[in-house]
């Protein structure tokens, strides 16, 4: 069974920083678009980043500058190094991949993480 786990969440100053990872296990064959998606309380979730199987980046206006998502594929993990950050970039943070598993043959699926709690604070 495939699992996405993040990590790294935790409570920081505003201008600080913080490092997040998602890492996946289980019977993994490869891993396609992986994303980071954010809800704050009593707000809808909305995306955040994207990373590519080939590394190319996309980012939300509102983070753009200031977080860089990454991945390491050998590790089947990507990360989500946040700087400059802000109160109002407290939330939950989920991480979301197109995975397929045992081999070329299975069918791609979408898998969410549990989330981790950011929460910007001075």
């Known amino acids: 069974q495939v699992q996405l786990v993040e990590s790294g969440g935790g409570l920081v100053q505003p201008g600080g920083s913080l490092r997040l990872s998602c890492a996946a296990s289980?019977?993994?064959?490869?891993?396609?678009?992986m994303d980071w998606y954010r809800q704050a309380p009593g707000k809808q979730r909305e995306w955040v980043a994207r990373?590519?199987?080939?590394?190319?980046?996309n980012y939300a206006d509102s983070v753009k500058g200031r977080f860089t998502v990454s991945r390491d594929n050998a590790k089947n993990t990507m990360y989500l190094q946040m700087n400059s950050l802000q109160p109002e970039d407290t939330a939950v943070y989920y991480c979301?991949?197109?995975?397929?598993?045992?081999?070329?043959?299975?069918?791609?699926?979408?898998?969410w993480g549990q989330g981790t709690q950011v929460t910007v604070s001075s």
């Open positions: 990373i590519t199987i080939g590394g190319s980046t």
């Open positions: 289980g019977s993994i064959f490869s891993i396609y678009n």
């Open positions: 979301n991949g197109d995975i397929r598993d045992r081999d070329f043959s299975s069918p791609l699926r979408n898998y």
